[in-house]
């Protein structure tokens, strides 16, 4: 069928992921006071954002695996994506006081102690790298897990900033240092978080997934023996990894025993691009040319494929 979920242990990592970020975004809050550094209190509200992600992430991942009943005929599988755009759509507003912020901090100009400052930021590193090999394992091509990890990404690039700009505002004494980390920082999320956005965005609204063309699709479909045309193609994503199609397909008028093999081959092709959830549906020449309202025979109908 198609489906991909992350490992069942993605759930166990992210729920420790979770408690040694709030742990550490507790600390970094008091340091960040304690050594009046603008770029370790914009770090720690990063690694708030960053364990209400892991949240939101490990919810996405128990919810995709629940299986599909009555009411949600597809499962949960948008789940993960829900959670993905919201954990994107945090980073944004983050990114956006952490801006606010940085540009009163040049007007207000304060002295910060360095050395806070660096070994704070090299146990970030430590933390939000050993997360990001973690789940980097565990994606397996998850949108939801991905926002997750680009998440924990962007704090452990951003203390490797602070450490280097605690260096630098050590041996020049420069403050501005410390609100231009933030900008920085807060333009790199910024830069991160759109990508999520918009993919999660176009699963959502049901959009043609990425690196898929339309018009190929078609082609590869016309180009199987028996068809005459394609039309009504669409193609959309259930979940991160797991796509569907639907399509009218124009063939000679002919038995059920017949047309088997051309939909054999179709979903042969279609599967070829990662799409695993079809449903086709024949369309015979005698029917398409009538000047008046056909029935489809009980053998016609008998072409139809339903999530195949």
């Not at 720690?44 to 949600?72: E, R, S």
């Not at 630098?168 to 978080?193: E, G, K, R």
């Not at 959009?207 to 180009?223: C, D, F, H, I, W």
Request: one cysteine or more; a negative charge; aromatic letters at 6%.
């Amino acid at each position: 069928m198609g489906h991909h979920h992350p490992p069942r242990n993605t759930g166990w990592i992210l729920r420790i992921s979770l408690i040694a970020t709030l742990a550490f975004t507790a600390f970094e809050v008091f340091a960040g006071f304690h050594a009046h550094s603008l770029a370790l209190l914009s770090d720690a509200g990063h690694n708030f954002t960053d364990a209400l992600a892991l949240l939101l992430a490990a919810v996405g991942v128990y919810l995709q695996d629940k299986p599909a009943n009555q009411t949600k005929t597809y499962g949960y599988q948008r789940a993960g994506v829900v959670a993905a755009f919201l954990n994107a759509s945090t980073l944004i507003v983050i990114s956006l006081v952490i801006l606010w912020e940085a540009g009163t901090r040049f007007l207000h100009p304060q002295t910060v102690d360095d050395r806070t400052m660096i070994w704070v930021a090299a146990v970030a590193l430590v933390l939000n790298g050993g997360i990001v090999v973690a789940l980097h394992r565990g994606q397996k091509g998850d949108l939801n897990i991905q926002a997750a990890l680009i998440h924990m990404l962007g704090d452990a690039i951003g203390a490797v900033a602070i450490i280097l700009g605690a260096i630098a505002i050590h041996y020049t004494h420069l403050t501005y240092i410390d609100p231009l980390l933030s900008i920085l920082l807060a333009i790199f999320i910024l830069y991160t978080a759109w990508d999520i956005i918009r993919e999660s965005l176009n699963i959502l609204l049901e959009g043609l997934p990425r690196g898929l063309e339309l018009k190929r699709v078609t082609t590869a479909m016309s180009q199987v023996e028996g068809v005459l045309d394609v039309h009504d193609l669409h193609i959309w994503s259930l979940g991160s990894n797991t796509h569907a199609l639907s399509s009218h397909v124009l063939i000679e008028d002919m038995p059920p025993s017949s047309s088997e093999r051309i939909l054999k081959r179709i979903n042969q092709i279609v599967g070829g691009f990662g799409i695993h959830h079809t449903t086709i549906q024949f369309e015979h020449v005698p029917c398409v040319l009538s000047d008046t309202s056909c029935c489809i025979s009980a053998d016609a109908a008998h072409d139809h494929t339903h999530r195949h």
